[in-house]
Nanobody, 121 residues
């Protein structure tokens, strides 16, 4: 089995910063794309940013220039540095990873449990 555990959420004033981390563990052979999603109350879950095992990144327009995604392949971790936070960034943030397990049956997506980020105005 594979587990993803997020940490680093919290409460911050507008303009502040937070750093989210996600650690994957279990029967992992390799991890392809790692992503951060978020879900605000009453809204659908949306992609925030993603990073490939080679370090290529994609950001959604609403976080470009403010958020930075990074990963450590050796530690199976992904981070999200969030700067210049806005009240509209308030959401539960979820880590997602495309994992090839030691069973070797192809990549499968796994989710973390989520971490709350609240930005006050």
């Amino acid at each position: 089995q594979v587990q993803l555990v997020e940490s680093g959420g919290g409460f911050v004033q507008a303009g502040g910063s937070l750093r989210l981390s996600c650690a994957a563990s279990g029967t992992i052979s390799s991890i392809n794309v790692m992503r951060w999603y978020r879900q605000a109350p009453g809204k659908q879950r949306e992609l925030v940013a993603q990073i490939t095992s080679g370090g290529s990144t994609i950001y959604e327009d609403y976080v470009k220039g403010r958020f930075t995604i990074s990963r450590d392949n050796a530690k199976n971790t992904v981070n999200l540095q969030m700067n210049s936070l806005k009240p509209e960034d308030t959401a539960v943030y979820y880590c997602h990873a495309d994992v090839v397990t030691t069973m070797g049956i192809g990549a499968r997506g796994y989710w973390g449990q989520g971490t709350q980020v609240t930005v006050s105005s």
